[in-house]
């Protein structure tokens, strides 16, 4: 019983939903149909004669009819009830009117039912009961009619009175062999395709379950990807607007003190606020114009453009946008950094010619911005007076920004640009590594790996 119940799925967790109200319908218009047929099969039996000296009035026969397809108007709301009920309903047809039974309609009606049991049962370990019952009595009825039924007559009317052995078995063996064959195959046909029917089902709502995952997983990689950007795009306005503003505060101080005595000194200084707060405010523009030039399914069509190696459409230079900076963007960087008492350096190591230029655009980017960030807290946050700016390119793109200062007191800051720049380098795979040196001053130091499609 138990190998049997497994068999019949009761280890899975499926269950089949009840029928909607349109399955209803659809089941009751079945059974409607079904009783036409089947009453319109026994009067085509009766017209012929088949049905001899029946004791059950014409009225019998079709209530008969009727009763049985009646069954299938609740065959998916009560599935095992319809095949119990079906095949006590064919024993007792079997008894009363046997040729209605065994009409072509009826049996089909019968064998509909036990296929339904089994195809929507949702108690599976109940039904390997209800099926076992079902078996047990049909084949106790069978058993019945053989032994004290008309089975042995029906049998002789068959074989004849004195039957020859034409085969390898005895014509009354055979006889009954025969009819317990076409009884297995009745009975274990609706079982099989019954089962066939309900996994089926069961896959079906697998594959529906892993859709609806997979979609599921799906919007939560585009709701990470939006995340992502608005997280890169954080950063870089931190980076514009923290640098740029911090050189206009530096240059409007030194304006203001040589204001009287040096006025060309401080007309160069305001022109390097003007300057400077120009270039802010078109390097925001970009930012933000990446946000309206861009469709969102466009920018969110794969994590990969969002989250890998490159940057989003739209970054790179569109209508009426400058291009994003990179390594030849360094030496005004490190110029604008350079003010009174402080010098600032820079020096570019190539493993081979042209290293630094084959280095990939968004790698050159957060380059950029990692030393832009360094600079910016350097004048800050820092007494420094000499900064050293170390770009190393090659088969792996180092970017190291080395002071000799001590943090200022009053000007802590919020940690946001360290932070940004630590995500910038782990989101292209590389390392960054902050925090003061033991010689003393403070150090940057970020590895990004450069792809080696790109290097010779």
């Known amino acids: 019983m138990e190998r049997f119940a497994r068999f019949l799925g ?22 409607l149909a079904w009783a036409l047929v089947g009453m319109l099969g026994v009067e085509l039996l009766r017209a012929t004669g088949t049905f001899g000296d029946l004791r059950v009035p014409v009225l019998g026969e079709h209530l008969l009819v009727v009763s049985a397809a009646a069954l299938l108007a609740w065959r998916r709301r009560y599935p095992m009830l319809v095949a ?35 195809a929507y049962g949702r108690d599976r370990r109940a039904l390997a009961m209800v099926v076992t019952g079902i078996v047990a ?11 004290l039924g008309s089975g042995m007559s029906q049998v002789r009317e068959w074989i004849g009175e004195t039957p020859t052995q034409e085969g390898l078995l005895p014509a009354f063996t055979a006889a ?32 529906i379950e892993q859709a609806a995952t997979i979609h599921e997983q799906a919007g939560r990689l585009r709701d990470q990807a939006v995340v992502a950007e608005r997280l890169r795009i954080a950063r870089e306005l931190h980076d514009v607007v923290a640098h740029h503003v911090s050189v206009m505060g530096v240059q409007a101080a030194a304006a203001r003190r040589v204001l009287d005595s040096e006025p060309d000194a401080a007309r160069e200084a305001l022109s390097a606020v003007e300057r400077s707060s120009r270039e802010a405010v078109g390097q925001m523009r970009d930012l933000l114009g990446t946000l309206r030039t861009v469709e969102p399914e466009d920018r969110l069509e794969g994590s990969e453009r969002l989250l890998g190696p490159g940057v989003p459409e ?16 360094l030496p005004e960087l490190v110029e604008e950094a350079r003010d009174a008492g402080r010098e600032v350096e820079l020096s ?66 919020t940690g946001l640009g360290l932070r940004g720049l630590r995500e910038r380098a782990h989101l292209l795979g590389g390392s960054a590594e902050t925090g003061p040196r033991a010689t003393g001053g403070f150090q940057v130091r970020v590895v990004l790996p450069v792809p080696e499609a790109v290097r010779r």
Do not use: K
């Open 10 to 31: 009761s280890e899975e967790s499926f269950v089949r939903p009840l029928p909607t109200a349109p399955e209803r319908r659809r089941d009751l218009q079945l059974a």
């Open 84 to 118: 119990s009920l079906g095949s006590v309903h064919m024993m007792l047809t079997g008894m009363l009117a046997p040729p209605v039974m065994a009409s072509l309609p009826m049996q089909v009606l019968y064998f509909f039912a036990i296929y339904t049991g089994v």
């Open 137 to 147: 009595l049909m084949l106790g009825w069978v058993a019945w009619q053989f032994a």
């Open 176 to 207: 009954v062999a025969y009819t317990g064959l076409v009884n297995v195959i009745y009975f274990g046909g609706a079982v099989l395709l019954g089962q066939v029917a309900w996994d089926g089902a069961r896959r079906t709502a697998q594959v």
């Open 314 to 329: 739209g970054l790179g230079g569109g209508s009426g946008r400058e291009p994003q900076p990179g390594l030849g963007c």
């Open 348 to 413: 570019v190591v190539e493993e081979y010619p042209g290293a630094a230029a084959a280095v990939p655009a968004p790698l050159q980017l957060t380059a950029y911005r990692v030393v832009q960030e360094a600079l910016t807290n350097v004048r800050r946050h820092s007494t420094a007076r000499h900064v050293g700016v170390t770009v190393r390119a090659g088969r792996t793109l180092e970017v190291e920004v080395v002071d000799d200062g001590s943090p200022r007191r009053g000007t802590e800051g």
